[in-house]
């Protein structure tokens, strides 16, 4: 048993603008909206998930700068049990309805040639009334 294995996306929802500075990446300016991070773990998958919930943690991957973020709450996770090595996979379904990613973020350990581990969806508009007029 090594406690759990698998593939998990990281909602995270950013309230404003924000300046952050992410490990070797520098300092990035992130809008507001909608992220998705996808990684895996490879055992003790409960724990991970449980880690990236919490808002006060040793900064260690690029993912731990935002979700400790002051402006940053993780609104959802997604998991998908079993096979850690389908995390690329399911990263590239994600970044194929996103509208941006953050280049290089996540991705230092990728090996399938993601740009990014982090996708980016704007927060949607207010609600549009369609008037029809005859
Ligand atoms: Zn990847």
Same mark, same amino acid.
């Given at each position: 048993?090594?406690? @759990?294995?698998? /593939?998990?996306?990281?909602? /995270? ?5 924000? +300046? ?12 507001? @909206?909608?992220? /998705?991070?996808?990684? +895996?773990?490879? $055992? ?7 880690? *990236?919930? $919490? ?6 991957? *690029?993912? =731990? !700068? #935002?979700?400790? !973020?002051?402006? %940053? ?7 998908? #049990? @079993? =096979? %850690?090595?389908?995390? &690329?996979?399911?990263?590239? +379904? ?6 941006? =990613?953050?280049?290089?973020?996540? %991705?230092?350990? &990728? ?5 990014? !581990?982090?996708?980016?969806? %704007?927060?949607?508009?207010?609600? $549009? /009334?369609?008037?029809? $007029?005859?």
């Amino acid at each position: 048993m090594n406690g @759990g294995s698998g /593939v998990y996306c990281v909602v /995270v929802r950013l309230e404003r603008e924000a +300046r952050i500075r992410v490990g070797r990446l520098g300092l990035r300016t992130f809008a507001p @909206g909608m992220y /998705v991070y996808t990684g +895996r773990a490879a $055992r003790c998958l409960a724990a991970r998930l449980a880690r *990236h919930l $919490r808002r006060r943690k040793p900064k260690r991957w *690029h993912i =731990d !700068h #935002l979700t400790t !973020h002051r402006w %940053a709450r993780v609104v959802g996770l997604l998991v998908f #049990l @079993g =096979d %850690a090595a389908r995390e &690329c996979q399911v990263n590239q +379904r994600v970044m194929a309805s996103a509208q941006s =990613d953050v280049p290089g973020f996540g %991705a230092s350990d &990728c090996r399938s040639g993601c740009r990014s !581990h982090l996708a980016y969806f %704007a927060p949607p508009g207010p609600p $549009r /009334v369609i008037e029809e $007029r005859e």
